[in-house]
């Protein structure tokens, strides 16, 4: 008997980005997440941009079509003929989308989309489509959302991207286990229930989703669940330099979204002088960011960032790998901001502790205790191979703390967290992996699983936001 030849890992990844691509966008998942993820569609059009970026603008400008009247870019976007496939739907929220949000990576993955193909960038005008709706996403999380030391605050679990992480343990202890919603578990029937959140879990889950809904998804009242998180406000201020980023880019092309009358060479000055202007708030929002990340959520004795407790003022001093993204940030200090000084204002501070963080990721809670990015230390109590935010490596937190370690020019850290990469083909593009022994975990054919291997093949940049090499098309 013949084996079988094996497909390239590369075309592998292609396959189920295109068996989920619905013509509009791509689900996380067939069975388990069948409708449209508002951080999952910003990490597929990451890897969707090498071979198919007109499909990769398409999946963001589609996201951004869903945004609510307040700026809100919603977590899920709700497919009306699977709503029974998945819990909570439409139906719950009374509306076509979440009320929640997710982490904002949008901006990020709008700028790497653009830079992959300028040229069709420019031909569909998509810089000048996206930036006005994502800058007013920020708008959303910078105001409403602020929480008393500034970075945004997420207010539900599933807003984290991270659910059940034990960064959250103890604020959802304080939320009554009791919804008033019959809750269905379909997604027990894609994945092992000792790899899901538990049923305690959901009621809390459900009870807060109904106290936020109940109050029109508004943010004046307290629902008693406000968490800052470091993954959160890292993505947020890498998308704040995407911005800025952005804002040049339109300025230099004629900048019609940043002037209202824009166009004509007589008012180039005028564009330019308003790119830069734009340019330099996004740069000072990201800069106010990072600068209250350092401040009230590094723990000098774990060596790395918490989650702050909006409602308690107390840091959550658990050890995960949320708090290791801030090594994003010192990649961001590279020339090629608006001020061309090489410098994000405010941003020495992260910078100082860069080496501390390093240790951390390598030390024996995360890369020095196995072979493979745990989501939760090895040395933290709640640490679990298998359950989903609470052990096991997920790639698009190996991918984030590639690119952070790639633009730090530590080789040694991105051999190992490229080694991830390695077992997502042969075992079809797992949801997660065990940490130890890569055994893959979760729903498998999982689109931001294939769309970061695709990406981890296909490019190679050392820079967390690439700037344009030449002037843009
Ligand atoms: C709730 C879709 C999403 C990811 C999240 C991941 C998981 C949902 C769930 O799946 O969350 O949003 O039902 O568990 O935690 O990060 O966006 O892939």
Not at 3 to 15: G, I, L, N, S, T
Request: with cysteine.
């Amino acid at each position: 008997m013949h084996k079988d030849f094996e497909e390239d890992p590369a075309d592998a990844a292609a396959r189920v980005l295109n068996s989920h691509w619905t013509g509009r966008h791509t689900v996380p998942a067939t069975g388990l997440y069948p409708h449209q993820w508002s951080w999952d569609s910003a990490f597929v059009a990451i890897g969707t941009r090498h071979r198919a970026p007109e499909r990769a603008r398409a999946e963001l400008v589609t996201l951004l079509d869903a945004q609510r009247a307040d700026g809100r870019v919603p977590q899920i976007v709700y497919d009306a003929e699977r709503d029974d496939d998945y819990a909570p739907g439409a139906a719950f929220w009374g509306a076509a989308t979440s009320g929640l949000v997710q982490p904002p990576v949008h901006a990020w993955a709008a700028w790497l989309v653009h830079r992959a193909d300028p040229a069709g960038s420019a031909r569909e005008g998509f810089l000048a489509r996206v930036y006005p709706r994502l800058a007013r996403w920020h708008g959303y999380l910078h105001g409403p959302r602020a929480g008393a030391v500034g970075p945004p605050v997420a207010k539900h679990p599933w807003e984290t991207g991270t659910d059940n992480s034990p960064l959250w343990d103890a604020a959802l202890a304080r939320v009554p286990p009791e919804a008033r919603t019959a809750i269905r578990r379909p997604d027990l029937q894609h994945a092992g229930t000792g790899e899901r959140p538990g049923s305690r879990d959901y009621r809390r889950y459900y009870r807060l989703a109904e106290a936020y809904r109940d109050a029109g998804c508004t943010d004046d009242v307290p629902i008693g669940f406000a968490m800052v998180c470091p993954l959160f406000s890292t993505l947020l201020a890498v998308s704040e330099v995407a911005l800025a980023r952005m804002a040049v880019a339109l300025a230099d092309g004629g900048g019609g979204v940043l002037l209202p009358d824009g166009g004509g060479d007589a008012r180039a000055g005028a564009h330019e002088a308003a790119g830069a202007h734009a340019a330099r708030a996004h740069e000072a929002a990201a800069a106010r960011v990072v600068a209250a990340l350092d401040q009230h959520l590094w723990d000098e004795e774990l060596g790395l960032y918490v989650a702050l407790d909006d409602t308690t003022g107390e840091r959550v001093r658990r050890a995960t790998v949320n708090g290791l993204v801030p090594l994003l940030l010192p990649g961001l200090l590279g020339a090629g901001n608006s001020r061309g000084t090489g410098n994000l204002p405010g941003s020495e501070i992260p910078t100082r502790r860069t080496e501390r963080l390093l240790a951390t990721l390598a030390g024996p809670g995360f890369l020095g205790g196995g072979p493979y990015l745990p989501s939760t230390s090895r040395e933290d109590p709640a640490f679990d191979p298998a359950l989903y935010w609470r052990g096991p490596a997920w790639f698009n937190m190996s991918w984030l703390l590639l690119r952070a370690v790639q633009a730090l020019g530590r080789d040694d850290l991105a051999a190992r967290l490229r080694e991830h990469f390695d077992v997502a083909a042969p075992q079809g593009f797992p949801e997660y992996t065990d940490p130890d022994t890569g055994a893959g975990r979760g729903t498998r054919q999982f689109s931001w699983t294939a769309a970061l291997t695709l990406d981890v093949l296909l490019s190679d940049e050392a820079a967390v936001l690439p700037t344009p090499a030449a002037p843009p098309v």
